[in-house]
């Protein structure tokens, strides 16, 4: 059992919590978050070029100069890998980049990075975040704690603050079901309110 700090919506200490998770360096695995990380950003991939192969390009019924006498080496098609426009020999074709990755792994790296951030003091659990849904709002609120670099986790996909932080290059908001490891490590700080703190912790004991 480990005690958190939670704070209120002003960032002032209210109460503690205890959860089951163990924060000591051990529970850190590097090796895993960089693999969820590396296969976040596969997936994200479009996997859309494409270039023609000697059987799709147009063209090529007529032989392009005669067999012999040109001093050129002898061509059967304008079509071939060897002319000018002709097809590309092993090109790209479409395909997906998507990489699969087991859900326990994917856990064990959550896991590692709300460690990782909680032992450097970049983990943050408020009470509740409330919101008008104004950009300007949100922005003066963690530039005011030095918090701009943030993951923000909602409890509720729903919340204002996720629509506030839309416009924001240097913070993000999401709901605890949407929590990415990506995202987490992409971040600086991580602000999470204390229910999605709660329920994220059970499912990483």
């Not at 998507?98 to 970049?122: I, P």
């Not at 993000?172 to 703190?197: C, G, H, P, R, T």
Request: hydrophobic fraction near 35%; charged fraction near 25%; glycine fraction near 6%.
């Amino acid at each position: 059992m480990t005690e958190i700090n939670v704070l209120n919506n002003k960032f002032e200490n209210k109460e503690k919590i205890k959860v089951e998770l163990e924060f000591t360096p051990e529970s850190i695995n590097v090796p895993v978050v960089h693999q969820v990380v590396k296969a976040t950003l596969a997936s994200r991939r479009q996997g859309t070029a494409k270039t023609k192969g000697k059987s799709e390009v147009r063209g090529g019924g007529k032989k392009p100069f005669k067999q012999k006498g040109t001093g050129n080496a002898r061509q059967g098609s304008t079509r071939s890998p060897l002319m000018p426009g002709g097809g590309t020999v092993f090109g790209p074709q479409p395909r997906s980049y998507e990489q699969k990755v087991n859900k326990k792994v994917v856990l064990n790296a959550l896991r590692s990075v709300v460690v990782d951030k909680q032992l450097a003091g970049k983990l943050i659990v408020v009470d509740t975040l409330t919101s008008t849904g104004k950009t300007k709002e949100i922005y003066n609120l963690l530039e005011s704690k030095n918090l701009l670099n943030s993951l923000i986790v909602t409890s509720d996909a729903s919340s204002l603050v996720i629509r506030a932080t839309k416009n924001l290059r240097t913070a993000k908001a999401l709901s605890v079901d949407s929590m990415s490891v990506y995202e987490a490590v992409k971040y600086e700080n991580l602000i999470i309110e204390k229910q999605a703190f709660e329920k994220l912790a059970k499912k990483l004991v």
